[in-house]
């Protein structure tokens, strides 16, 4: 998990930003959660290695960042793991989630990469219910 980063960071930063490191060919899967009525992040990422050497270099590159490409309060990235590990767990946890339904923008919907370059993301295997929306 990406944590810290600026709330403007969307999931196309991040996946720019990891290219820009030299990681993200070594990335399968990236989800950035965000609030679906303002399309602004929570300020953390979901970022899933091909391995576990990955993990510790994406550690060593990113924990401590905060040369974010948007202004950013100081806001600096810590590197920690995620509970669910791995491209099948992922893929299993969000194919079949709201933030997959046709109704959500693109950008707000988690990837699976290949090589750094974007596959298709498996179908669900039911009805994917529309997200609920906030209404503060």
């Not at 959660?33 to 993990?55: I, R």
């Not at 793991?81 to 693109?106: C, F, K, Q, W």
């Amino acid at each position: 998990v990406l944590q810290g980063m600026p709330y403007a960071y969307n999931r196309d930063m991040v996946l720019e930003l990891l290219d820009q490191v030299s990681l993200l060919k070594f990335v399968d899967f990236v989800y950035v959660p965000s609030k679906f009525e303002t399309e602004t992040s929570f300020g953390y990422a979901f970022v899933n290695f091909v391995g576990p050497a990955h993990v510790a270099s994406c550690r060593q590159r990113l924990h401590g960042f905060s040369g974010w490409a948007v202004p950013s309060n100081g806001k600096v990235c810590e590197v920690s793991l995620a509970e669910v590990h791995g491209l099948a767990h992922n893929i299993e946890r969000y194919r079949n989630s709201p933030v997959m339904h046709p109704t959500v923008p693109d950008g707000l919907k988690p990837v699976i990469l290949s090589e750094g370059r974007r596959v298709r993301f498996p179908p669900p295997t039911k009805a994917v219910k529309a997200p609920r929306v906030r209404k503060d």
